[in-house]
């Protein structure tokens, strides 16, 4: 890649929360960024909109990341237009609480379709498609630190990304290309906060003893790190993005 081209980085679930704050910041730090969505069109395309309006540069794409074909379709159309990609980072992700003898099948199946299996399926095309000098970074969550009730199944996706992450470090030898994860603590989104109680969510707030939530620029920043050339001798790492909670 020359020089002055322009890195191209695809975000996965990047229409809001966390992933809408990454694809900001990657785009502020001036990427092109490619925001991937299963579902929520409109919200990504608002994103992309943003962006653009701040002088950066963004796409919408949409693919369910469970689905290897629709991962593999992302991957060739990305490089068709923009000429390869260069940074991947997969934040999507779904999150159901249910204690381990509570959990039925579709909880499980869900789970580690989407977090698991949609993880590999992106590292598995960005192992394969990555320009020299690419950065890889999975989105894992510190619960895999904590070991909560509840979240046994959830845990247990995550933690398969983090392995995942430290064996296909080792993968890539000779192509520098790093590969890290970021394990965000609780984390002020809309998604984290409805319908949970005011003391409920102060609870979790004083678990830092920097005593408060984690925000979605605060992990935005982590993955700006890795993805930048600070974070170029990083690899093979988790950063625990979580104000010192584990």
Same mark, same amino acid.
């Given at each position: 890649?020359?020089?002055?081209?322009?890195?191209v !980085? @695809?975000?996965?679930?990047?229409s809001?929360?966390?992933?809408?704050?990454? /694809? %900001? &910041? $990657?785009?502020?730090?001036?990427?092109?960024?490619i925001?991937?969505?299963?579902?929520?069109?409109?919200?990504?395309?608002?994103l992309?909109a943003?962006?653009?309006?701040?002088?950066?540069?963004?796409?919408?794409?949409?693919?369910d990341?469970?689905?290897?074909?629709?991962?593999a379709?992302?991957?060739?159309?990305?490089?068709?237009?923009?000429?390869g990609?260069?940074?991947?980072?997969?934040?999507?992700g779904?999150m159901r609480?249910?204690?381990?003898?509570?959990s039925d099948?579709?909880?499980?199946?869900?789970?580690? !379709? @989407?977090n698991?299996?949609g993880?590999?399926?992106?590292?598995?095309?960005? /192992? %394969? &498609? $990555?320009?020299?000098?690419g950065?890889?970074?999975?989105?894992?969550?510190?619960?895999?630190?904590?070991?909560?009730?509840r979240?046994?199944?959830?845990?247990?996706?995550?933690?398969?990304v983090?392995?995942?992450?430290?064996?296909?470090?080792?993968?890539?030898?000779?192509r520098?290309?790093?590969?890290?994860?970021v394990?965000p603590?609780?984390?002020?989104?809309?998604?984290?906060?409805?319908?949970?109680?005011?003391?409920?969510?102060?609870?979790?707030?004083?678990?830092?003893?920097?005593?408060?939530?984690?925000?979605?620029?605060?992990?935005a920043s982590?993955?700006?790190?890795?993805?930048?050339?600070?974070?170029?001798?990083?690899n093979?790492?988790?950063?625990?993005?979580?104000?010192?909670?584990?």
């Amino acid at each position: 890649m020359n020089e002055d081209q322009t890195r191209v !980085a @695809i975000v996965t679930g990047a229409s809001r929360g966390i992933g809408a704050a990454i /694809a %900001r &910041r $990657l785009a502020a730090d001036g990427l092109r960024v490619i925001v991937n969505y299963a579902s929520g069109a409109q919200d990504a395309e608002q994103l992309v909109a943003a962006i653009e309006a701040a002088g950066g540069k963004a796409t919408p794409a949409q693919a369910d990341i469970s689905d290897a074909a629709a991962v593999a379709r992302m991957f060739d159309s990305t490089q068709a237009a923009f000429g390869g990609v260069d940074i991947v980072v997969n934040n999507a992700g779904i999150m159901r609480l249910a204690s381990v003898a509570q959990s039925d099948d579709a909880l499980f199946d869900a789970q580690v !379709a @989407i977090n698991l299996k949609g993880s590999f399926n992106m590292m598995r095309e960005a /192992a %394969r &498609r $990555l320009r020299q000098g690419g950065r890889i970074i999975n989105l894992s969550s510190s619960v895999v630190g904590l070991y909560q009730a509840r979240y046994a199944v959830y845990a247990a996706t995550k933690a398969g990304v983090e392995a995942m992450t430290h064996v296909m470090a080792k993968e890539l030898r000779g192509r520098n290309i790093t590969v890290n994860a970021v394990a965000p603590g609780p984390t002020a989104t809309a998604l984290f906060l409805d319908g949970k109680p005011q003391d409920a969510i102060d609870a979790l707030a004083s678990l830092s003893p920097l005593e408060r939530l984690g925000q979605p620029e605060d992990v935005a920043s982590s993955v700006a790190f890795l993805a930048g050339p600070d974070g170029a001798w990083i690899n093979g790492q988790v950063l625990r993005a979580n104000g010192g909670i584990v």
